[in-house]
C-alpha cells in the first residue's frame, strides 16, 4: 500500500501546488481570504506527502516516477532518494510554516496566494526531477514566481529589486541552458543518469570512452556551474541578493532566503556529483580549484560586506551571501582527489541548517519591525527591555549562526571543516574560521546594541508606525526556528546517517 | 582557417548573437534594451539548439508508416526549443510589467537615473 503511493508521490508533489495555484485566482473573488486556506490545505498535505515519502525512501529504496509512462532516456522521470527527500520535505514544512507568518503579517491577496503556491511548485520540481532541461523549466518557474513575489510590496524599490533580480537570473538561467545544450551534444541525452553513464562512456550514447576530457564537457560544466552559481549568488554574481532580500516584503524574505538560494546549491550538488561524479573532477582538477576559490572568495567578501552594512536585512542578505561560499567551498572540496564524506555532508546540512536559521532571522527582524518599526543596527538599541523574548530569539540564531554549539550552525561547519582537513585543503579549513570570526564581528555589533545600550542613550529616532503589528503567528516561526537550531543541534549524528546513503552512492559508487 | 570557419558558420552566429546579448544586457542604461538583450541572448541558445538537431540530408521528423527508414532531423532539441521559448516570453512579459511600474515610480527608464533618484532618498 505505501509502496504503491510511494511511487505516486513525486508526481504528487510536484502537481499538486501547481494545480492548486489556480484556485485563489478562481475563487478570490467570492473569499477573500480563501487563498491563504487553499495554500495552507495544500502545503499541510504536501508536509505529510513528503514525510510518508521520506519514510518510504528511507526504509526501502528510492523512488522513480516515469511521467506519463516514458522510460527514461526518453522520458522525464522525477526521482525521490536518499537526498532530494529531505529537501522535499524541507521545502513542503518550509512553505506550511511561512504561511503562519503571512496570515496578518501579509502579502495577502488572491495574486499572492497564487504565486506562492507556484513558487512551492517549482522548488518541488528543482528537488525532484532526474532531467537536466525540467531542471531548467523549474528553474525558471521558480525564478518568475520569485520576481513577482518581491515585487508584491508596492513600492518602487521593490519593482526595481525585482526587475535586477529578473535580468541576472535570466542571464544565469541562459548560462545554464547553454551548458545543458553542450552536454545534450556530447551524449544526446537529458536525463542526469543517462548523461553521467554516457559521460563515463556507457548509457545510451555508448562511445567505449570516458568523455570526461573533452572540451565540449568542460565547456559544458563551466556554463553549468556560472548558471547555478548566479542563481545561487556567490560573489561575483551576488548584487540581486541583497536588493532582493530588503526590498520583499518581509514574509517573502523569510521564504525566499529559507529555500530559493538552497533549492539551487541542491541543484548544484546534484548536477556536479550525479551527472559529471567525481571522475570528471579527476581528469579535470582545475574544476575542483575553481569551485573552492569561487566559495572561499564569496565567504570572504561576503562576511565583510556583512560587517559594514547598516540596514538589518542587508546585513543579513550579505551573510548568505558568506554562508552559501562556504557550502560551495565545501562541494569543491568533496570534488577533490581526496573523497572527502565529511565535506559533501557538511555542505548539505549546512545548507539545510543555513534554511532554518536564516528563515527564523529574518522572521524575527521581521516581527521587530513590526512591533518597533526598527530596522536598522542603529535602531536595535536598547532592544532587550523593549522586546526581550524577541531580542533572545535574534541572540540565539545570531550564535547559531556563528557556529556556537550546540547548534545546527556549529554541526554544519564542523563537518566542513572537518571535511576540508580530511582532504587536506588547508585553505578551505582557515577560512572557515576567518569567516566565523567575521559572521562574530556583525552578529556582536547587533548584540552589544540590543543589550548594552542603556534606553537612555538609545537614539530617540526609533519610529512606531503602526504601533504593535506583530502577531502570534510570527513570533510562532521565530520560536520553531530557534528550537529546530538548537535541537538540530544535538543530532549531529543522525543527521549524518540520513545524507549517507547519497554520500556512499556519489562517491565510492 | 576559413574552411574552419565556413564549417561551423553557424555557431559563431550563435557566438556573437550571445556576445551582442549580453553586451547590451550590461552595457545599456535603458531598461527596455537590457530586456532587449537577454531576449537575444536566450534566441542565441535556441539558435544553438536548433542547429545541433541538424542532421546532413535528414528530412522533418515526421514519421509516416512508409517512411521510418531515412534520415531524420532530430525532434528532441526542437521540442525544448519550444518550451524555452515560452519560458521567455513568461520572463518577458514579467520584465515589462516592472518596467512600467518603475516608469510610473521614477519617470524614467534609464537605469542611472533610476539609481540617482534612489541614492538620494
Redesign the interface.
Known amino acids: 500500500m505505501i509502496d504503491s503511493f510511494a511511487e505516486l508521490a513525486p508526481a504528487i508533489l510536484v502537481g499538486l501546488p501547481i494545480l492548486a495555484a489556480a484556485f485563489p485566482l478562481l475563487l478570490g473573488r467570492l473569499w477573500t481570504r480563501i487563498g491563504w486556506w487553499i495554500s495552507l490545505v495544500t502545503t499541510l498535505a504536501m508536509t505529510g506527502i513528503a514525510a510518508v515519502l521520506a519514510y518510504s525512501v528511507h526504509v526501502n529504496d528510492a523512488v522513480h516516477h516515469h511521467l506519463g509512462g516514458f522510460a527514461p532516456p526518453i522520458g522525464i522521470e522525477l526521482v525521490a532518494d536518499a537526498l532530494s527527500v529531505w529537501f522535499a520535505f524541507l521545502i513542503a514544512a518550509t512553505a506550511t510554516v511561512v504561511l503562519a507568518y503571512t496570515y496578518q503579517g501579509g502579502p495577502r491577496g488572491r495574486a499572492f496566494s497564487s504565486v506562492y503556491l507556484l513558487l512551492i511548485g517549482g522548488l518541488m520540481g528543482i528537488a525532484l526531477t532526474g532531467d537536466l ?1 525540467n531542471l ?2 523549474f528553474l ?1 518557474i521558480t ?2 514566481a520569485a ?2 513575489l518581491i ?1 508584491a510590496r508596492q ?3 521593490a ?2 529589486a ?2 535586477k533580480y ?2 541576472i537570473g ?2 544565469g538561467a ?1 548560462l545554464y ?2 551548458g545543458v ?1 553542450y552536454l ?2 556530447a551524449t544526446g541525452s ?1 536525463n542526469m543518469v543517462d548523461v553521467s553513464a554516457s559521460l563515463a562512456g556507457g548509457g545510451s550514447a555508448d562511445i567505449g570512452v570516458p568523455l570526461y576530457d573533452e572540451m565540449l564537457v568542460r565547456a559544458a560544466f563551466a556554463f553549468i556551474f556560472a548558471g547555478l552559481a548566479t542563481k545561487v549568488a556567490l560573489f561575483p554574481v551576488h548584487s540581486w541578493q541583497p536588493d532582493a532580500y530588503s526590498e520583499a516584503p518581509d514574509a517573502v524574505t523569510v521564504i525566499l532566503s529559507a529555500l530559493v538560494s538552497t533549492v539551487a546549491a541542491y541543484a548544484l550538488i546534484r548536477v556536479t556529483f550525479t551527472v559529471f561524479t567525481p571522475a570528471f573532477f579527476e581528469v579535470t582538477p582545475a574544476a575542483t580549484t575553481a569551485i573552492v576559490t569561487l566559495g572561499v572568495v564569496s565567504a570572504l567578501v561576503g562576511s565583510i560586506l556583512a560587517v559594514l552594512q547598516s540596514r538589518i536585512k542587508r546585513m543579513i542578505a550579505y551573510s548568505s551571501v558568506a554562508q552559501f561560499g562556504l557550502v560551495v567551498a565545501a562541494i569543491g572540496v568533496a570534488t577533490g582527489p581526496i573523497p572527502a564524506e565529511f565535506a559533501l555532508a557538511g555542505a548539505i546540512i549546512h545548507l539545510i541548517g543555513h534554511a532554518i536559521m536564516k528563515g527564523g532571522i529574518f522572521a524575527a527582524a521581521g516581527a521587530i519591525a513590526a512591533s518597533t518599526g526598527a530596522r536598522t543596527v542603529q535602531e536595535y538599541a536598547a532592544l532587550a527591555r523593549r522586546r526581550p523574548g524577541l531580542a533572545a530569539c535574534v541572540a540565539v540564531l545570531g550564535f547559531a549562526l556563528v557556529g556556537v554549539p550546540p547548534s545546527i550552525g556549529f554541526i554544519g561547519k564542523w563537518y566542513i571543516a572537518l571535511g576540508a582537513v580530511e582532504s587536506e585543503m588547508w585553505l578551505v579549513a582557515v577560512v572557515v574560521f576567518i569567516s566565523t570570526l567575521l559572521t562574530l564581528g556583525y552578529v556582536a555589533r547587533l548584540l552589544e546594541r540590543m543589550y548594552f545600550i542603556l534606553p537612555e542613550d538609545a537614539p530617540s529616532a526609533v519610529v512606531t508606525d503602526g504601533g504593535d503589528g506583530v502577531s502570534i503567528g510570527m513570533l510562532l516561526v521565530v520560536v520553531l526556528a530557534v528550537a529546530l537550531t538548537v535541537v538540530l543541534g544535538f543530532l549531529g549524528g543522525p543527521l549524518f546517517e540520513l545524507v549517507d546513503p547519497y554520500i556512499q552512492e556519489v562517491l565510492h559508487g | 582557417m576559413i574552411e574552419a570557419v565556413a564549417d561551423r558558420l553557424l555557431y559563431f552566429v550563435v557566438a556573437v548573437l ?1 556576445g551582442i546579448g ?1 553586451y547590451m ?1 550590461v552595457a545599456s542604461p535603458n ?1 527596455v534594451k ?2 532587449i538583450g ?1 531576449n537575444l ?2 534566441t542565441a ?1 535556441f539558435l ?2 536548433v542547429t ?1 538537431a541538424f542532421v546532413e540530408g535528414g528530412s522533418a521528423p515526421v514519421v509516416s508508416q512508409e517512411a521510418v527508414a531515412g534520415r531524420h532531423a532530430s525532434p ?2 526542437h521540442v ?1 526549443v519550444l ?2 521559448i515560452v ?1 521567455g516570453v ?2 518577458t512579459a ?2 515589462l510589467v ?2 512600467i ?2 516608469y ?3 519617470e524614467s527608464l534609464r537605469e542611472d537615473v ?1 539609481q540617482e533618484v ?1 541614492r538620494n ?1
Open positions: 532541461f531548467f523549466v525558471e525564478g518568475i520576481y513577482s515585487a513600492h518602487r524599490d519593482a526595481y525585482a526587475l529578473l535580468i535570466t542571464v541562459t541552458l547553454i545544450a545534450f551534444m537529458l | 550571445l549580453l544586457t531598461l537590457k530586456v537577454v541572448m536566450q541558445v544553438l539548439f545541433l528532441l532539441p525544448i518550451t524555452a519560458v513568461a520572463v514579467l520584465a516592472l518596467i511600474r518603475l510610473v515610480g521614477f533610476i534612489r532618498d
